[in-house]
């Protein structure tokens, strides 16, 4: 099982948003990262064998799953206060101290 290694710049991806992919495809995969000056780097040890095609497929799948986390992250920043303001009028009408 080879190991693949991809490289994100820390400014573009977030490191809460690699972790929450990682995550979620720990079934697929180990994932490590580390950092170098402004790069994250994720090395990728498949945790069964699978074919080269396969692995690729897998790969590319975690990048897109990198990317959607990242744009569900930049969503919660933006749609925080309108949250908030949500809760606050639905916890005060529950009778809640």
């Not at 573009?12 to 580390?34: C, E, G, H, T």
Request: charged share 25%.
């Amino acid at each position: 099982m080879s190991v693949t290694t991809l490289t994100f710049d820390e400014r573009i991806y977030p490191v809460d948003a690699l972790q929450k992919a990682a995550y979620r495809f720990m079934n697929l995969f180990v994932v490590d990262f580390s950092i170098d000056k402004n790069l994250i780097i994720c090395s990728l040890k498949p945790t069964q064998n699978s074919s080269q095609e396969g692995m690729d497929y897998h790969i590319d799948e975690f990048k897109k799953e990198v990317l959607d986390q990242v744009l569900r992250l930049k969503i919660k920043a933006e749609t925080e206060d309108v949250r908030n303001l949500i809760l606050g009028i639905a916890f005060s009408k529950s009778g809640f101290q």
